[in-house]
Structures are given as C-alpha cells and as structure tokens.
C-alpha cells in the first residue's frame, strides 16, 4: 500500500471515476428522472423554436408521411394492399415511427452532448431515456390523430381499443432498451450511425407496414421469423385490437411481452457497463 | 491566508521519478478531501491531418491513431480548506486534470479518490444555447440533482447573483461569453459543494462579477469544502488560493503557497511579479 492509498483510506475517501453498483445507479437514475423529462421538453421546443408551425410539426410530418404511403401503396400498387388499407397503414407507420425514430435519433444522444456530459455528473443512462421521452411527447398527439383516422374510416370504437395501452407500454419499453444499444455503440463507433437508416428501412419492410407479412410470405421459416420481429407483433396486436377482421394470438402476446423485457433489461446492462467510459472522445 | 502551517515539500526541480513518489504538500492535522495517486491519462484521437513533426514526445503515432499523452504520472493531496490554484500554459493538462479529479474523464491508470463526488465548472458547459437563461437554470439545477422546489427557491438569487435580470428569458445564443459563464458560475455556486472545481470559467466575467464570485469561492473553500481554480489570472489566484500547481506537459512542475508558485511560474513566463 502506497503512502498515498493509505492517506486517502485514512480519512475513508472513496474512488473517483468507477461506475457505480447497478442498484445504486438505478436509484440515482430514478432521483433525476425529472431531468430527462425536462430536458426532452425542452429540446422538443428548441428543435421547433426557429420554424413558423412550430411543435405542429411533429404531426404534421406523420401525417404527410401516410398521404404519401397511402397514394403509392393505396393506388399505384393495390394489389399487395390488405384489407381495411387506410387504418392498416395508419397504425404501422405511427407505431414504426415512433420506436425507430426513438434509436435513430437516441444513438447521439451521447455523442451529440459531449459538452453536458463532459461537464456535469449525473447518470448517463438519463440522455438516452429522454429521447425516448422526447419521442413519446411526440407521438401522444398522433396516437390520438390516429385513431380519430382509423374512426373516420369505418372502424367504430370498441372495448379492444383499450389493448392499445399495455401495446403502447410493451413498444416504450422495447424502444427504451433499443436506444441504449445504439448510444453506447455509437460511442464506440461513429459508424453505427451510417448503418442505422439502413437497419430502420429493413425493419420497415420486415415488420409489415403497408403490407401482410402472414398473407405473403408462405415459407414457413421465414414466415416465422417476420410475423416474431417485435415491431411487427405490436403493429399485430395494435390492429387486432382496432381493425375487424385481424387476430393477435396469445402467444403473440407472450412473445411481444418478452422482447420488450428483454431489450429494456438488455440495453439498461450493456449501457451501464460503458458508463464509466462515455467522457472520452465524445 | 492561512499559509502558515503549510509546508512545501517538493521543489520545481525534481526528477520525474522523485515526483510520484513524494509530491505530497503536507498540512498537519488536516483532514485530506481528494488524494490523486500517480495518475495518467492518454486521449485517443483520430488524425485529420498530415503531422508536421515527430519531435513532441506525449503525441504517439499509429497509422492514422493519435494517442496523447494529456497526464502522465500526477500525485497530489487536497485538504478540507484547500483552495488550490492550477496554472499552466495552454495545453499542459490543466483542464484533463481537473476533469480527471472530477470523474468526467476516465483515466488510464493510477486511482483518485475523494470524500465526495466533485462538482466540475467548465467553459462550454451544460447550456442549450437555444433555451433562455430561465430554462437553463431549470436544467442545470436538476443535472446537479435539486428538486424543482429548489431551483424555484434560488431562481431569485441565482439571477441576481449572475446579473441577468432582464435577460433571463432571452436564449442563452444571445448572451455574450461573459454573460453565459456568469450564469453557469451562478448555477453552480447556488449550491453548497464540498469540492468544486473551476475551469476558467471566471475569465471572461467582468471586474464587479470577479470580485463577487472570488468572494463566493472563499465562502465554498472556507467551510469543509476544497476548491480547485484553473486560471491564467495570477491576480485571481493570489486573491483566491492558499495554495497553487504549475503542470507543465501532463506532470506537476511545483506544487506549493499560491505565492511561490505564481512568483516561479511568472518568472518563466517572462513576465516577473510585482513585489
């Protein structure tokens, strides 16, 4: 033991700069949540400040995004359109938006700080989890446009609308996880955000948007593996619940359920792994 | 100053060696708040350019790799009452020292330790230049870990203390450097800390804010707190620390009264002190 170690355990200092136990960090989390919060207010509001429509932006977008979708699928190329086609497209594209948007936009959430997490100390885990918020604060309004848009089309309102909820949460939690993969990786490697439109346009035609994964892919493997891919399995549940005529299974409930637990709980320990790490190079 | 009961055991003239292993400026019956052991710390950069020599020894080479040598090997103690001054030329490791200290930036090798988490205030920090003053205050307190009942408590005060009354609800683009490192000094001195750390950030305030926060960080320093100012003001310095650090290329070149060493690192400097 050097001279040094013994003064500091003398006066019981403890060390700088190691990542604290997952439990304390947790809490910590927990403690300054109202940051995050505060701080996907306020960016939402400064990321719109400079333009005239202002926070309507982030609805009018989505919605220009399904007239765009619905003129291309819903006309130009019908005959792959499923049926009830509007509400159909309507709930992927809000559902897809929001939970790639979130790990797009979520993968700087570090890198894009460099200054606030070079110069303050709190827990890292807070960025990331307030793009989720950001996004979520975003998405509130268009759920409602949505499902205005799915009435306007001839679905009447019943009890499983209400599925949308826990649907809801199962999508936040996925894409709370999702987002702290891809702030850490980005950390690692810029490169990751090159890729990341690529991984969101696969998702995009993988998850079954605008289309009918079960009624068009009849190789069962591959079938198996597309109707599981959990931003299809939210999409599934959200329109079995909103459009007459589509099923979620239990099992797919089952397995929507587990890949959210499983991404949340995944990317909570791979990015907290790494916080000791996130002042460097950013 | 209570310079007094502080001896200096370390020259400016000491080998590398003899640093590490005796660099402590002890004070007899103090109790330590931040102990560094032996630390280094290396930056890994990418190049963009063609280097245009070999000879600077902390800048290793690997194809298009850069790694810096920013600290390389520094030991020293901080006593509760401290309130050290950190001098240096641009790029001696200053800043990477105290963001070291701070835990921002991880080190390579060596251990610090400290009675608690220390509380970093840097030029470029935590404002979102597009937000008003109000909001950034709002931020700020909630990153150091107040509650919003808080932040609303010291709003007043805060804005009083950075002078920014009329301007507070203006966003912070519009402020002048002066007037944006006011505002973050104020945030942070809002609140009590039991080692904080200033990286420059009084430089650019004017002559009534200096002489304000100054006062404001021997209150900080003066209880059990421990407070490190980076600074090129040797004024600042004298005014404020009982004790000071010169870095020179990543290492301690002398660590003693604020006196002494403002008076050394002058003289090199070119440009003596007054008597």
């Given at each position: 033991m050097s001279d040094l170690t013994a003064i500091a355990a003398s006066a019981s200092l403890k060390k700088v700069g190691t990542r604290p136990k997952l439990g304390v960090y947790l809490r910590d989390f927990f403690k300054r949540r109202t940051f995050a919060v505060a701080f996907a207010r306020y960016n939402l509001q400064a990321m719109t400040a400079r333009s005239s429509l202002g926070v309507a932006w982030h609805v009018v977008v989505p919605a220009l995004q399904i007239g765009v979708y619905g003129v291309i699928f819903?006309?130009?190329?019908?005959?792959?359109r499923p049926p009830h086609f509007v509400p159909y497209l309507m709930i992927g594209i809000v559902l897809f938006q929001y939970v790639t948007g979130s790990f797009s936009e979520g993968a700087r959430s570090i890198t894009s700080n460099g200054a606030l997490v070079r110069s303050l100390e709190f827990p890292r885990i807070l960025l990331p989890v307030s793009v989720v918020i950001s996004n979520l604060m975003r998405v509130l309004p268009l759920l409602a446009l949505m499902m205005i848009g799915v009435w306007a089309f001839g679905e009447a309102p019943k009890l499983?609308?209400?599925?949308l909820i826990p649907d809801f949460i199962m999508m936040t939690l996925f894409a709370a996880g999702a987002t702290m993969v891809a702030a850490r990786l980005t950390v690692h490697t810029e490169d990751v955000n090159q890729l990341l439109p690529f991984v969101v346009r696969i998702l995009f035609y993988a998850s079954g948007v605008f289309w009918n994964i079960d009624k068009m892919i009849h190789i069962h493997w591959l079938n198996v593996m597309f109707h599981n891919n959990p931003l299809h399995l939210y999409m599934a549940i959200a329109r079995a619940g909103m459009i007459d005529g589509y099923t979620a299974t239990g099992n797919d409930w089952l397995v929507a359920a587990a890949w959210s637990v499983a991404m949340l709980v995944f990317g909570v320990i791979f990015f907290w792994r790494a916080e000791e790490e996130y002042g460097r190079n950013v | 100053m209570s310079n007094e009961e502080l001896t200096n055991d370390i020259g400016a003239e000491l080998s590398s060696a003899e640093r590490v292993k005796a660099p402590t400026f002890t004070a007899a019956g103090k109790t330590p708040v931040v102990v560094v052991d032996d630390i280094h710390l290396k930056y890994r950069v990418h190049a963009s350019g063609k280097a245009i020599t070999r000879a600077n020894s902390r800048v290793k080479r690997n194809g298009r790799l850069r790694e810096v040598h920013a600290i390389q090997g520094v030991s020293l103690v901080a006593y509760e009452g401290d309130s050290i001054g950190v001098i240096g030329t641009n790029g001696s490791g200053k800043s990477t020292l105290m963001k070291a200290i701070s835990g921002i930036i991880p080190i390579d090798s060596g251990i610090i330790y400290a009675s608690s988490r220390p509380s970093f205030l840097g030029v470029g920090a935590a404002m979102i230049k597009t937000l008003s003053g109000e909001k950034n205050i709002i931020l700020g307190g909630l990153a150091m870990g107040m509650s919003k009942a808080e932040i609303r408590a010291k709003f007043d005060s805060i804005v009083d203390f950075a002078g920014l009354r009329d301007f507070i609800d203006l966003p912070m683009e519009t402020y002048s450097s002066g007037m944006v490192e006011r505002l973050k000094f104020s945030i942070a001195a809002s609140r009590e800390h039991e080692i904080l750390i200033i990286d420059e950030?009084?430089?650019?305030?004017?002559q009534d804010f200096r002489r304000r926060s100054e006062a404001r960080m021997r209150e900080l320093a003066s209880g059990a707190g421990c407070v490190f100012l980076v600074s090129h003001s040797m004024k600042s310095i004298l005014d404020t620390c009982n004790r000071a650090i010169w870095l020179d290329k990543g290492i301690v070149k002398m660590d003693g009264t604020a006196e002494e060493v403002c008076r050394a690192y002058s003289a090199a400097q070119g440009a003596p002190l007054d008597d």
């Amino acid at each position: 033991m050097s001279d040094l170690t013994a003064i500091a355990a003398s006066a019981s200092l403890k060390k700088v700069g190691t990542r604290p136990k997952l439990g304390v960090y947790l809490r910590d989390f927990f403690k300054r949540r109202t940051f995050a919060v505060a701080f996907a207010r306020y960016n939402l509001q400064a990321m719109t400040a400079r333009s005239s429509l202002g926070v309507a932006w982030h609805v009018v977008v989505p919605a220009l995004q399904i007239g765009v979708y619905g003129v291309i699928f819903g006309v130009l190329l019908s005959s792959i359109r499923p049926p009830h086609f509007v509400p159909y497209l309507m709930i992927g594209i809000v559902l897809f938006q929001y939970v790639t948007g979130s790990f797009s936009e979520g993968a700087r959430s570090i890198t894009s700080n460099g200054a606030l997490v070079r110069s303050l100390e709190f827990p890292r885990i807070l960025l990331p989890v307030s793009v989720v918020i950001s996004n979520l604060m975003r998405v509130l309004p268009l759920l409602a446009l949505m499902m205005i848009g799915v009435w306007a089309f001839g679905e009447a309102p019943k009890l499983t609308w209400l599925w949308l909820i826990p649907d809801f949460i199962m999508m936040t939690l996925f894409a709370a996880g999702a987002t702290m993969v891809a702030a850490r990786l980005t950390v690692h490697t810029e490169d990751v955000n090159q890729l990341l439109p690529f991984v969101v346009r696969i998702l995009f035609y993988a998850s079954g948007v605008f289309w009918n994964i079960d009624k068009m892919i009849h190789i069962h493997w591959l079938n198996v593996m597309f109707h599981n891919n959990p931003l299809h399995l939210y999409m599934a549940i959200a329109r079995a619940g909103m459009i007459d005529g589509y099923t979620a299974t239990g099992n797919d409930w089952l397995v929507a359920a587990a890949w959210s637990v499983a991404m949340l709980v995944f990317g909570v320990i791979f990015f907290w792994r790494a916080e000791e790490e996130y002042g460097r190079n950013v | 100053m209570s310079n007094e009961e502080l001896t200096n055991d370390i020259g400016a003239e000491l080998s590398s060696a003899e640093r590490v292993k005796a660099p402590t400026f002890t004070a007899a019956g103090k109790t330590p708040v931040v102990v560094v052991d032996d630390i280094h710390l290396k930056y890994r950069v990418h190049a963009s350019g063609k280097a245009i020599t070999r000879a600077n020894s902390r800048v290793k080479r690997n194809g298009r790799l850069r790694e810096v040598h920013a600290i390389q090997g520094v030991s020293l103690v901080a006593y509760e009452g401290d309130s050290i001054g950190v001098i240096g030329t641009n790029g001696s490791g200053k800043s990477t020292l105290m963001k070291a200290i701070s835990g921002i930036i991880p080190i390579d090798s060596g251990i610090i330790y400290a009675s608690s988490r220390p509380s970093f205030l840097g030029v470029g920090a935590a404002m979102i230049k597009t937000l008003s003053g109000e909001k950034n205050i709002i931020l700020g307190g909630l990153a150091m870990g107040m509650s919003k009942a808080e932040i609303r408590a010291k709003f007043d005060s805060i804005v009083d203390f950075a002078g920014l009354r009329d301007f507070i609800d203006l966003p912070m683009e519009t402020y002048s450097s002066g007037m944006v490192e006011r505002l973050k000094f104020s945030i942070a001195a809002s609140r009590e800390h039991e080692i904080l750390i200033i990286d420059e950030a009084l430089a650019v305030g004017d002559q009534d804010f200096r002489r304000r926060s100054e006062a404001r960080m021997r209150e900080l320093a003066s209880g059990a707190g421990c407070v490190f100012l980076v600074s090129h003001s040797m004024k600042s310095i004298l005014d404020t620390c009982n004790r000071a650090i010169w870095l020179d290329k990543g290492i301690v070149k002398m660590d003693g009264t604020a006196e002494e060493v403002c008076r050394a690192y002058s003289a090199a400097q070119g440009a003596p002190l007054d008597d």
